[in-house]
């Protein structure tokens, strides 16, 4: 390497030596530079960069070979052959473009190193080529080892000069790349020149047609020239990169803060994304830049993705785990990167499907049970009736009604019933085929339909699996909680023609089989639905009733046993209906509670009682019933304030009576009316003591003013030991509770005799008196009456009336 050395130091114009390296690296960053247009250009102009890098490379080696060969100083006369020094340059642009053609390549394995080494090669046949175009007066002769080192320099560095530029779109890694091509040249043309040793032979003559070296200075000026043209091409081509990059930046920033996904594509492949796309569809962590867009929306075609910019797209993404996301789409066309492009917005619309889905499921079930409800049943219903008519197969419907639901909830509380619901929801699905449907229509109802049946007879066994099932206990029930049903059923056709009289046939064998006593299935007949029709027609009585004037009260005396006084009346309902007669308490009053005609009921029989009492001259008592519906349904404090304000009733004189089973539904709210009901002045009686569950705490927990103790308990008092001793223990029950007691149903001397060596308290019925209207007892509630003795008042009242109601 020291004849290397000694030949650039003594043999070369230094001046011309560094403006041959200059020229070289400036030539060698073009080349570079250009070369990462050629990485983001497509088609045709990949091409033409190529074509334009090739040049530059050529021009750069070329002439810095030139350059320097201009430099160098030989002793004897010199020139250039045209032809050959052409041959030079156009080879080295050839095999330039050669070998950067090969290195952008991605088919082509290591293709940036073996393009690297061709541009090498090209380096050294434009030297070779350019050697032989050196005329002079002697002969060069050649040191065959350096030739070869020379050749072996420009390869290894041109090798390594493509990877090395082309590891990123960098200043750094540009210059490295710069650097590397500008040392391969360098390198192997004065390793080369080193090679060669000028001997001179005056026998030699240079040509005429030789390019002298003032001409050749001249041609390497213009190629200079265009060097730093290219260059300051390869410049405002950075700029505009830099510039497109800070809005590409930007609007990556902008697409990026967007909820929705964003894809920009151009026609087919996706040319950028914003997080949220990258986030929904590539769940493995790969970047969805460079992929097909169709790999992603594969049910997509370009005319319905083209038809999205006027109407959003519903349609599903293939994320790259392989699961389908239902997405809308919305498409629009826009300038990207200079350059027209399509971009996507891709919305997910999981949520608002899974929001469809629950509304549908809402609207079509039940949201306790789970069960599709009274619309979803008559959907079915329809569609099984199409599906019937004119074939040889029966359809069943079958109602079903829990029995004594309402005393679950009144002792266990609605939480209780829920579970009920659900636990029967489940025994009912338990027995049912796939083809068969069951719904909850509402409360404790719920019906089945049962399709495809050889003969109405096959609907019973259904009927039969539901009844079997229900004698199993319910799990995470408390204990004591029991469950019972009903079923009536109808068959299509033999019983009905038509959907709606199906039902009603079905809804009159359900109530014939609770009269029957509960637990038990009909089926229907002709005689049921006259029966139900009595049902519908009563309840529609009791509600006219009252605009009918067919209600009115009667009265029943109450005294107090140690002075014989009467101090009240116990206000009775009574109904004498326009068709059907009177008819009995006991008979109308569980029907207007099971109907919700009780409350206005109520409210008569309450405003009725306290305007009468208000017309009376003495101030005397008078009792009012309440029903459990009135305690826990209505406004009972401020119906009874408002009463008490109309009629001028004095709060005191009062008494409202009600069963303990009424209080059970909900304690804390039948504890909270009773005392609102207290701060208003009013008395409250226990009604019916002895006959519910009579519990010890209620009375402790309640604000009553006083027991009233059932007739079955009175009336065995003379005749059974049992009775007395119950008796015995609930007045002195009573008396520990400084709570006065009043004795129902008494009906005899024998009675009334034990009542008063008990010291019982008060008294009411036959033996006072029987119930009647108030005008009968004129002399009681008169200011010029007199109080009476039981039995002088007993014996009037049976000689006045002759009711046998109690």
């Given at each position: 390497?020291?004849?290397?050395?000694t030949?650039i130091?003594t043999?070369?114009?230094?001046?011309l030596?560094?403006?041959a390296?200059?020229v070289?690296a400036?030539?060698s960053?073009?080349?570079?530079?250009?070369?990462h247009?050629v990485?983001?250009?497509e088609?045709e102009m990949r091409?033409?960069w190529?074509a334009?890098a090739?040049v530059a490379?050529?021009f750069?080696?070329?002439s810095?070979h030139?350059?320097a060969?201009l430099?160098f100083?030989?002793?004897v006369?010199?020139?250039y052959?045209i032809?050959?020094?052409?041959?030079s340059?156009?080879?080295?642009i050839?095999?330039?473009g050669t070998g950067l053609?090969?290195g952008?390549?991605p088919?082509?394995p290591y293709?940036r190193?073996i393009?690297?080494?061709?541009v090498?090669?090209g380096?050294?046949v434009?030297h070779?080529?350019?050697?032989a175009?050196?005329e002079?007066?002697g002969?060069?002769?050649w040191?065959?080892?350096?030739v070869a080192?020379s050749i072996?320099?420009?390869?290894?560095?041109?090798?390594?000069a493509?990877?090395v530029?082309l590891?990123a779109?960098?200043i750094?890694?540009?210059?490295l790349g710069a650097?590397?091509?500008?040392v391969?040249?360098?390198s192997?043309?004065?390793?080369?020149m080193?090679?060669a040793a000028?001997?001179?032979d005056?026998?030699?003559v240079?040509?005429?047609?030789?390019l002298p070296?003032?001409?050749m200075?001249?041609g390497?000026a213009l190629?200079s020239?265009v060097?730093i043209?290219?260059?300051?091409?390869?410049l405002?081509l950075?700029?505009r990169d830099?510039r497109?990059?800070?809005?590409t930046?930007?609007m990556?920033?902008?697409a990026?803060?967007a909820?929705e996904?964003?894809v920009?594509?151009?026609?087919t492949?996706i040319?950028?994304a914003?997080?949220?796309?990258a986030?929904?569809?590539?769940v493995?962590g790969?970047?969805?830049?460079g992929?097909?867009l169709?790999?992603f929306?594969?049910t997509?075609s370009?005319?319905e993705?083209?038809?999205?910019?006027?109407?959003p797209?519903?349609?599903?993404?293939c994320a790259t785990?392989?699961?389908?996301?239902?997405?809308?789409l919305?498409?629009?066309n826009?300038?990207y990167?200079?350059k027209?492009?399509?971009?996507?917005?891709?919305?997910?619309?999981?949520?608002?499907?899974?929001a469809?889905e629950?509304i549908h499921?809402?609207?079509?079930?039940?949201p306790l049970?789970k069960?599709p409800n009274?619309?979803?049943?008559?959907?079915?219903?329809e569609a099984?009736?199409?599906?019937?008519?004119?074939?040889?197969?029966c359809l069943?419907?079958?109602?079903l009604?829990?029995?004594?639901?309402?005393?679950?909830n009144d002792?266990?509380?609605?939480l209780?019933?829920?579970?009920?619901?659900q636990?029967?929801?489940e025994?009912?699905?338990?027995v049912l085929?796939?083809?068969?449907?069951?719904?909850?229509?509402g409360?404790?109802?719920?019906?089945?339909?049962v399709p495809g049946?050889?003969?109405?007879?096959?609907?019973?066994r259904t009927?039969?699996?539901?009844l079997?099932?229900f004698?199993e206990?319910g799990v995470?029930?408390?204990?004591?909680v029991?469950?019972?049903?009903?079923i009536?059923?109808?068959?299509f056709?033999?019983?009905?023609?038509?959907?709606a009289?199906?039902?009603?046939h079905?809804d009159a064998a359900?109530?014939e089989?609770k009269?029957e006593?509960?637990?038990?299935?009909?089926v229907?007949e002709?005689s049921?639905?006259?029966?139900?029709?009595d049902?519908?027609q009563?309840?529609h009585?009791?509600?006219h009733?009252?605009?009918?004037?067919?209600?009115?009260?009667?009265?029943?005396?109450?005294?107090e046993?140690?002075?014989?006084r009467?101090?009240g009346f116990?206000a009775l309902l009574?109904w004498?209906?326009?068709?059907?007669g009177?008819i009995?308490p006991?008979?109308?009053?569980?029907i207007?509670?099971?109907c919700?005609?009780?409350?206005?009921?109520?409210e008569?029989?309450?405003r009725?009682?306290?305007?009468?009492?208000?017309?009376?001259d003495?101030?005397l008592?008078?009792s009012?019933n309440?029903?459990?519906v009135?305690l826990?349904g209505?406004?009972l404090p401020e119906?009874?304030?408002?009463?008490?304000k109309?009629?001028?009733?004095?709060?005191?004189?009062l008494?409202l009576e009600?069963t303990e089973?009424?209080?059970?539904k909900?304690i804390?709210?039948a504890l909270?009316v009773?005392?609102k009901?207290?701060d208003?002045?009013v008395?409250?009686a226990?009604?019916d003591f002895?006959?519910?569950?009579?519990?010890?705490s209620?009375?402790r927990?309640?604000?009553?003013?006083?027991?009233?103790?059932?007739?079955s308990l009175v009336?065995a008092?003379?005749?059974?030991d049992?009775a007395a001793a119950?008796?015995r223990a609930?007045f002195g029950l009573?008396?520990?509770?400084?709570l006065p007691?009043?004795?129902e149903?008494?009906?005899t001397?024998a009675e009334?005799?034990?009542?008063r060596?008990e010291?019982?308290?008060e008294m009411?019925?036959y033996l006072l008196?029987r119930?009647?209207?108030?005008?009968?007892?004129a002399?009681?509630?008169?200011?010029?009456g007199?109080?009476?003795?039981?039995?002088?008042?007993?014996?009037?009242k049976?000689?006045?009336v002759k009711d046998s109601?109690?």
């Amino acid at each position: 390497m020291l004849k290397v050395y000694t030949c650039i130091a003594t043999q070369h114009d230094l001046r011309l030596v560094a403006l041959a390296a200059l020229v070289c690296a400036l030539a060698s960053f073009t080349a570079v530079n250009l070369l990462h247009h050629v990485g983001r250009s497509e088609r045709e102009m990949r091409r033409i960069w190529l074509a334009v890098a090739a040049v530059a490379t050529g021009f750069g080696i070329w002439s810095t070979h030139f350059i320097a060969m201009l430099a160098f100083q030989p002793a004897v006369p010199s020139g250039y052959n045209i032809a050959l020094t052409i041959v030079s340059l156009v080879a080295a642009i050839a095999l330039t473009g050669t070998g950067l053609t090969v290195g952008m390549s991605p088919r082509v394995p290591y293709a940036r190193w073996i393009g690297g080494m061709i541009v090498g090669g090209g380096i050294a046949v434009m030297h070779y080529t350019g050697m032989a175009a050196f005329e002079i007066a002697g002969r060069v002769v050649w040191d065959m080892p350096l030739v070869a080192v020379s050749i072996a320099l420009g390869g290894l560095f041109g090798a390594a000069a493509l990877p090395v530029a082309l590891q990123a779109n960098t200043i750094k890694w540009k210059a490295l790349g710069a650097l590397v091509l500008t040392v391969a040249i360098c390198s192997h043309h004065f390793t080369a020149m080193g090679a060669a040793a000028i001997v001179p032979d005056p026998r030699i003559v240079v040509s005429a047609t030789a390019l002298p070296a003032e001409w050749m200075a001249i041609g390497l000026a213009l190629a200079s020239i265009v060097i730093i043209l290219l260059a300051l091409v390869g410049l405002v081509l950075d700029l505009r990169d830099l510039r497109r990059a800070g809005e590409t930046a930007r609007m990556q920033e902008l697409a990026d803060a967007a909820v929705e996904g964003l894809v920009v594509y151009n026609e087919t492949t996706i040319v950028a994304a914003n997080h949220s796309f990258a986030a929904l569809a590539c769940v493995d962590g790969s970047q969805p830049v460079g992929r097909l867009l169709e790999s992603f929306f594969p049910t997509v075609s370009q005319g319905e993705l083209t038809a999205t910019a006027r109407k959003p797209l519903e349609a599903e993404l293939c994320a790259t785990d392989g699961s389908m996301i239902p997405v809308e789409l919305i498409r629009h066309n826009i300038l990207y990167a200079g350059k027209q492009h399509q971009v996507v917005a891709v919305r997910d619309i999981r949520g608002r499907k899974r929001a469809e889905e629950q509304i549908h499921f809402l609207a079509h079930h039940d949201p306790l049970t789970k069960l599709p409800n009274r619309t979803s049943f008559n959907e079915k219903l329809e569609a099984e009736f199409a599906a019937h008519r004119g074939t040889d197969r029966c359809l069943a419907v079958l109602f079903l009604d829990l029995d004594r639901f309402k005393e679950i909830n009144d002792l266990f509380g609605h939480l209780i019933g829920d579970a009920v619901l659900q636990c029967v929801a489940e025994k009912i699905k338990n027995v049912l085929k796939p083809e068969h449907m069951v719904a909850r229509l509402g409360g404790d109802e719920f019906a089945v339909i049962v399709p495809g049946l050889p003969s109405p007879a096959y609907a019973t066994r259904t009927a039969e699996a539901i009844l079997n099932a229900f004698d199993e206990t319910g799990v995470n029930l408390p204990a004591g909680v029991t469950i019972g049903t009903s079923i009536g059923i109808a068959v299509f056709p033999n019983d009905a023609p038509d959907r709606a009289t199906l039902l009603s046939h079905a809804d009159a064998a359900l109530y014939e089989a609770k009269l029957e006593g509960r637990g038990i299935y009909r089926v229907f007949e002709p005689s049921m639905g006259e029966h139900l029709h009595d049902r519908r027609q009563f309840e529609h009585d009791i509600r006219h009733a009252i605009s009918r004037n067919e209600f009115s009260l009667v009265f029943q005396p109450q005294a107090e046993l140690h002075s014989n006084r009467v101090f009240g009346f116990e206000a009775l309902l009574r109904w004498d209906n326009g068709t059907r007669g009177a008819i009995a308490p006991t008979v109308f009053i569980p029907i207007a509670e099971e109907c919700g005609a009780i409350l206005k009921i109520g409210e008569w029989v309450l405003r009725t009682a306290c305007a009468e009492a208000a017309t009376w001259d003495r101030p005397l008592g008078v009792s009012v019933n309440v029903s459990a519906v009135q305690l826990h349904g209505g406004n009972l404090p401020e119906l009874v304030e408002e009463v008490l304000k109309e009629t001028g009733l004095d709060p005191s004189r009062l008494e409202l009576e009600i069963t303990e089973s009424s209080l059970i539904k909900d304690i804390g709210r039948a504890l909270a009316v009773l005392h609102k009901l207290k701060d208003l002045g009013v008395q409250i009686a226990m009604d019916d003591f002895g006959t519910g569950y009579s519990s010890l705490s209620n009375l402790r927990a309640f604000p009553f003013d006083k027991i009233k103790v059932d007739q079955s308990l009175v009336r065995a008092v003379d005749t059974s030991d049992e009775a007395a001793a119950v008796m015995r223990a609930v007045f002195g029950l009573a008396r520990g509770l400084k709570l006065p007691v009043l004795a129902e149903g008494v009906e005899t001397d024998a009675e009334l005799s034990f009542l008063r060596a008990e010291a019982c308290d008060e008294m009411q019925g036959y033996l006072l008196g029987r119930p009647c209207p108030i005008a009968e007892f004129a002399q009681h509630t008169s200011g010029e009456g007199k109080a009476a003795a039981p039995q002088r008042l007993r014996k009037h009242k049976l000689r006045v009336v002759k009711d046998s109601a109690a």
